[in-house]
T-cell receptor
Framework: AQKITQTQPGMFVQEKEAVTLDCTYD???????LFWYKQPSSGEMIFLIY??????QNATEGRYSLNFQKARKSANLVISASQLGDSAMYFC?????????????FGSGTRLQVQP | NAGVTQTPKFQVLKTGQSMTLQCAQD?????MYWYRQDPGMGLRLIYY???????DKGEVPNGYNVSRLNKREFSLRLESAAPSQTSVYFC??????????FGSGTRLTVV
């Protein structure tokens, strides 16, 4: 079984500052992938970043980086230089890699509000 | 545009009515999924289909049935809608690696 925990229901950040959204996970799969999605108020799910459990380096995509600490089972999302358009719900998710089940398991999300 | 198409976008049902949510993808993905999203609970898996002709239950399958009609289409049916099924429903598809694509969602209200 897989479980994702996001302990921050809501976060505030000032525009242009960096923010870290927390995500911890639990899984029995030896290989797995970790994802972050953004859901703006319009409702669509936007893929942000992916980290494989055996990747040697932390993933980065533009202003997004994933702080992956395998021993602590954490996969925190760091957004640098926050913008007003970053205000949204953010979901951490995971899936096993070498299993037949490819479905993502999601956390409960963090609502980020960027203040001018 | 390539992607996942869900219909309808909005629906209001009376308790006990039935309906089918449609989902189609044009990316030649093998796997398809149905999720529901309730406030404060993230997305929860209802059913998934690893490939054409196969379906499996997810975390919250009760009250739902699915059909993988072909590789492109994966429908979700509510046989007798209940107020507890009021939610936003997302269909998604994926290829072998980590590329998941989500539809724009169906907002369903059961009164």
């Amino acid at each position: 079984a897989q479980k994702i925990t996001q302990t921050q229901p809501g976060m505030f950040v000032q525009e242009k500052e960096a923010v870290t959204l927390d995500c911890t996970y639990d899984t029995s799969d030896p290989s797995y992938g970790l994802f972050w999605y953004k859901q703006p108020s319009s409702g669509e799910m936007i893929f942000l970043i992916y980290q494989g459990s055996y990747d040697q380096q932390n993933a980065t995509e533009g202003r997004y980086s994933l702080n992956f600490q395998k021993a602590r089972k954490s996969a925190n999302l760091v957004i640098s230089a926050s913008q007003l358009g970053d205000s949204a719900m953010y979901f951490c998710a995971m899936r096993g890699i070498n299993t037949g089940r490819r479905a993502l398991t999601f956390g409960s999300g963090t609502r980020l509000q960027v203040q001018p | 545009n390539a992607g996942v198409t869900q219909t309808p976008k909005f629906q209001v049902l009376k308790t006990g009515q039935s309906m089918t949510l449609q989902c189609a993808q044009d990316m030649n993905h093998n796997s398809m999924y149905w999720y529901r999203q309730d406030p404060g609970m993230g997305l929860r898996l209802i059913y998934y289909s690893a490939s054409e002709g196969t379906t499996d239950k997810g975390e919250v399958p009760n009250g739902y049935n699915v059909s993988r009609l072909n590789k492109r289409e994966f429908s979700l049916r509510l046989e007798s809608a209940a107020p507890s099924q009021t939610s936003v429903y997302f269909c998604a598809s994926s290829a072998a690696s980590y590329g998941y694509t989500f539809g724009s969602g169906t907002r369903l209200t059961v009164v």
